[in-house]
């Protein structure tokens, strides 16, 4: 029976219910130390001096690294740079603060002591002396000709600049009856994985190499950043992941922090542990998502939507991240949505401010596209009188491949399709019925539908390019290692961060190789032992490793078919693996276990011919099909019923229906979770979180009490359709799920909560939709309307 | 002053000298007792992955002093299976793929133990609401609402 799409359970599972997972706080080494970090309590401020002799005067201060002793041994933090990007300056962004400081929270010192709690008392001890400066908030505020600058570097506050444009906008224009114009806001939040950021660096002058256990998506392209950041020979650097309590793309982040620690274990010749509290976490871990759109959509009157362009600004806070040019690009090309438009035009700005860098998180900048392509169709419809379905069923792309004005070719699927499905789950009609129904007994229902396109899996940072853009495509290499009993372990260089890969390798290798599953376990994280890798990141392991899994299975296959021919007297070609058993095909008399193949291909090798070689291991890899920006095309589309209480301004779910199509599933169990999963976090970021600063720059939500992330009671039963069109350049015809969720849910969310309130007047183009920013909505429209709702 | 805290854990007597009074129950399972699966994610009682059962009770220990812990009888996640069987709440979870990262799945075990003591035949809502304390980032709760019920049934049938 194939292990491909069999919602198997989980082979990781056992570990994480026991309590026997091992995260990095888990580990403890002899002689660790234990480091704290002092931050800025300012968003702007000169640093005029940093005092740490009061600290290393208490008993437990072993030591301290400043910012002025960093910077000579710590280069600038990575910025990626693509082709795409016109203009992009690169801040000096250190490990540790130097001359100013540019957010609340920015490291400014760290100190090692004798244990965890003795570590915040030292750092308490260090005295820094600041001259307070003017913080700059807000984007617009930053870009005003006499704003201050932010970096004495660059010429102005704008760190990033990319303008993208294809197909014939002129004719757009040219062509239209109308054009809409809105401004689109989406807020502040990020990822929180419940598992903070940590790592234990440590350093031994024996062999002069570092050891890294660090929680993060990325252990191979962190250990080239670190060569490149420490001027460290990378053979000399090990990193390793262990299990990760959470990434959502916020881990692809090259921490400072992570630097400044491995700085203080050089430095004291000790380990040193770091692990962040959830109060550093949500000030100086990466944030994401704010951006502003001002979009113009060309429009014929008989609802053609021709066009869309927009002005985005992104708020990229005191430094760039290594990829910022991801969610703002992302956000850019995901705009003309799954529609047949003529022209499409971004120009995209990431602005400089005082508040904490701006990063990935899960849906790279995707759903602020969706979001506005999916809010104007429906206000667009709402102009036009027409149903908002109805229009999208005009738009929507019919056949596929589609050629996008983006460039990017959508490979396969039924756009129209899974619409239908998903109208049919939620009966459509009936729902508008029931709302007629209860608008006039003076409740609120309100319907989203949002659909969108996602690319899966992206060509870039194959090549950690920290300096140049160099053209590239996603790759990735998988060894597989048989013992001498005959069991294999699989060995990737990503890391699992709760994506289930310990499972869904394991089916692929299983039938690849025709081994057991039992026989084959899956090895991730360590960059001594597994081939190099960019990590676990845009829903590319389903895309592009697992193939390169089935490469390697198949390799490994035919080395053991090789070896077991010569013990069975066949051909190879005759060879097969059935069970564990190696057999001529068909003739399961002559069969041998496979373990006696390995046995003899280790240990008896004497009795093999020359031309054989010895031991049983295959490295392959493979090569993304596909050289535009993403490799696959999974879309879905999303259509949640809620009900707005207008006294309270609390959203209640009534159902949550979503279509997805990610090509041929391994294990729908675990799709299916991750469907889930991703919608559920979007759920939270258009209804709850949000990172709120005041006028001065302080971060008003440090905790979990202030940033509030979704719980059990405030999510729905989702209802999940899977549509599987198989990826057609993929081998196996996977494409890339993780994010999936995450991209179209804001969409989807705001318009039908937009839907339900439409009636008093209220226009949604800005998210959160907390309960005290709908109160504020419609007393702003009953103001509006005279005090008539 | 450091204190002297003999506690029971797992059903196992653990002494332990030397305990700084400010010094959070979670890190002592951790850092002293070698128990890591009691993990620690907002350090504000707000996530509960450090739920664990204090004298029967599901409590954060985030927010607990070890010195409290003095001739208490603890349960954390290590001591939830009866030696290699496991208990229907973990078959659950891993039945019905309640968990992804697995970062908060102890935690939630510990608080789904005290629901089932309370609500031994519990319903949808009530196990969302009894969960409310517990924050998983992963899973949408969906399939660990569905492990819970999953698990009542089970513990009823048995």
Redesign the interface.
């Known amino acids: 029976m194939p292990m491909i799409g069999q919602s198997i359970?989980?082979r990781?599972?056992?570990?994480?219910?026991?309590?026997?997972?091992?995260?990095v706080?888990?580990i403890?080494l002899p002689g660790m130390l234990y480091a704290a970090f002092v931050r800025s309590p300012h968003a702007h401020a000169r640093l005029l001096g940093v005092d740490t002799s009061k600290a290393l005067e208490h008993p437990k201060g072993i030591d301290a690294v400043t910012g002025a002793e960093a910077y000579p041994l710590a280069g600038p933090m990575p910025v990626y740079s693509y082709r795409q990007a016109t203009a992009i300056k690169k801040p000096d962004y250190r490990c540790l603060a130097h001359d100013r400081v540019r957010f609340v929270g920015e490291p400014v010192a760290l100190v090692a002591a004798a244990d965890?709690?003795a570590a915040d008392d030292v750092a308490e001890l260090v005295e820094v002396r600041y001259e307070p400066l003017e913080p700059l908030m807000d984007p617009d505020e930053s870009l005003k000709p006499d704003a201050p600058k932010l970096h004495d570097n660059l010429d102005n506050n704008v760190g990033l600049r990319i303008e993208r444009q294809g197909g014939d906008m002129e004719a757009a224009y040219r062509e239209a009856d109308f054009v809409f114009k809105r401004r689109y806001r989406m807020h502040r939040h990020t990822?929180?994985?419940?598992?903070?950021r940590g790592c234990i660096a440590q350093y031994n002058t024996g062999t002069k190499e570092l050891t890294l256990h660090c929680s993060t998506q990325i252990p191979h392209i962190l250990k080239t950043h670190l060569s490149e950041i420490l001027d460290f020979p990378e053979f000399k650097i090990r990193v390793i992941a262990p299990?990760?309590?959470?990434?959502?793309g916020n881990k692809l982040q090259v921490p400072p922090e992570v630097v400044a620690v491995c700085l203080m274990a050089i430095k004291t010749r000790r380990p040193v542990k770091w692990?962040e509290?959830?109060?550093e976490s949500l000030m100086a871990f990466l944030h994401a998502r704010e951006q502003t759109h001002d979009v113009e959509i060309p429009v014929k009157r008989d609802g053609t939507i021709l066009g869309i362009k927009s002005h985005e600004i992104v708020n990229a806070g005191g430094y760039l991240d290594a990829r910022i040019s991801g969610p703002s690009l992302g956000a850019g090309m995901w705009l003309p949505g799954p529609y047949m438009v003529k022209g499409y035009q971004v120009d995209i700005d990431a602005v400089m401010t005082n508040k904490c860098p701006y990063g990935a998180y899960r849906g790279f900048g995707s759903q602020m596209g969706a979001l506005v392509i999916e809010r104007s169709v429906d206000l667009i419809a709402r102009q036009l009188g027409r149903d908002p379905v109805d229009l999208r069923r005009q738009n929507v792309i019919k056949e596929t491949p589609y050629k996008c004005v983006t460039g990017h070719e959508f490979d396969s699927g039924d756009y129209v399709a899974g619409l239908d499905k998903a109208l049919e789950m939620v009966d459509y009609p009936a729902l508008r019925e029931e709302q007629a129904r209860l608008r006039r007994e003076g409740r609120y229902m309100g319907i989203g539908v949002a659909m969108a396109v996602e690319g899966a899996g992206w060509n870039t940072y194959t090549a950690a390019m920290a300096q140049h853009y160099v053209p590239t495509l996603d790759y990735a290499t998988v060894t597989m290692r048989m013992d001498t009993s005959g069991n294999v372990k699989v060995l990737i260089g990503d890391v699992a961060?709760?994506?289930?890969h310990a499972t869904t390798a394991a089916q692929v290798a299983a039938d690849a190789t025709g081994l057991p599953i039992e026989t084959i376990e899956v090895v991730e994280g360590d960059t001594a032992v597994t081939p190099y890798d960019s990590g676990t990141r845009a829903a590319r392991f389903s895309a592009v490793v697992l193939p390169a899994v089935a490469e390697s299975g198949m390799a490994l296959k035919k080395k053991v078919c090789r070896v077991g021919a010569h013990l069975l007297e066949g051909s190879e070609e005759d060879m097969e693996i059935v069970e564990g058993q190696v057999q001529v095909r068909g003739v399961p008399d002559r069969s041998l276990p496979v373990s006696r193949v390995a046995r003899v291909a280790y240990s008896e090798v004497a009795t093999l011919p020359r031309e054989i070689p010895a031991g049983l291991e295959a490295t392959e890899s493979f090569k993304a099909p596909v050289s535009g920006l993403c490799i696959t095309w999974p879309y879905s589309i999303h259509i949640p019923v809620v009900e707005v209480d207008i006294e309270t301004g609390a959203v209640k779910f009534l159902r949550y229906a979503i279509v997805h199509d990610c090509g041929v599933e391994i294990n729908p169990?675990?799709v299916?979770?991750?469907v889930?999963?991703g919608?559920?976090?979007g759920?939270g970021g258009a209804l709850l979180e949000e990172l709120v600063y005041d006028e001065d720059g302080q971060l008003l939500t440090t905790?979990?009490?202030d940033y509030l992330?979704p719980?059990?009671?405030d999510?729905p039963?989702?209802e999940v359709c899977h549509l599987q069109t198989a990826a057609p350049q993929i081998p196996g015809g996977y494409k890339g799920m993780g994010e999936g969720g995450c991209v179209y849910v804001y969409a989807a969310v705001v318009n039908a909560v937009a839907d339900a309130i439409e009636p008093l007047g209220v226009e949604i183009t800005s998210t959160p939709l907390s309960p005290s920013r709908i109160l504020e909505l419609l007393r702003e429209a009953k103001g509006r309307n005279g005090g008539n709702a | 002053m450091p204190r002297t805290v003999q506690a029971t854990v797992n059903g196992r007597k653990y002494y332990e000298e030397n305990v700084e009074p400010r010094l959070l129950l979670v890190h002592f399972l951790r850092d002293r007792l070698g128990l890591t699966g009691t993990h620690v994610g907002c350090d504000s009682t707000n996530c509960g992955a450090c739920t664990v059962m204090f004298n029967g009770k599901a409590v954060k220990s985030c927010t607990l002093l070890a010195v409290r812990a003095d001739g208490a009888e603890i349960t954390t996640i290590e001591g939830v299976a009866d030696e290699d069987r496991l208990h229907p709440l973990q078959e659950g979870f891993w039945e019905k793929h309640g968990l992804q990262c697995g970062y908060c799945t102890p935690g939630m075990i510990m608080s789904a133990l005290q629901l089932l003591e309370r609500h031994p035949d519990p319903d949808e809502a009530t196990v969302r609401q009894e969960l409310e304390g517990n924050l998983c980032r992963c899973t949408g709760y969906q399939n660990i609402v569905e492990a819970v019920l999953w698990a009542a049934e089970r513990l009823k049938s048995a």
Not at chain 1, 497 to 500: A, F, Q, R, Y
């Open positions: 359970k989980r990781e599972d056992l570990k994480y219910v026991t309590g026997s997972g091992t995260y706080d888990d403890t965890r709690y990822g929180t994985p419940i598992e903070t299990d990760v309590g959470g990434g959502f692990i509290t959830r109060r961060c709760g994506t289930s169990m675990v299916e979770g991750q889930v999963g919608t559920a976090q759920v905790s979990f009490m992330i719980t059990a009671t999510m039963s989702f």
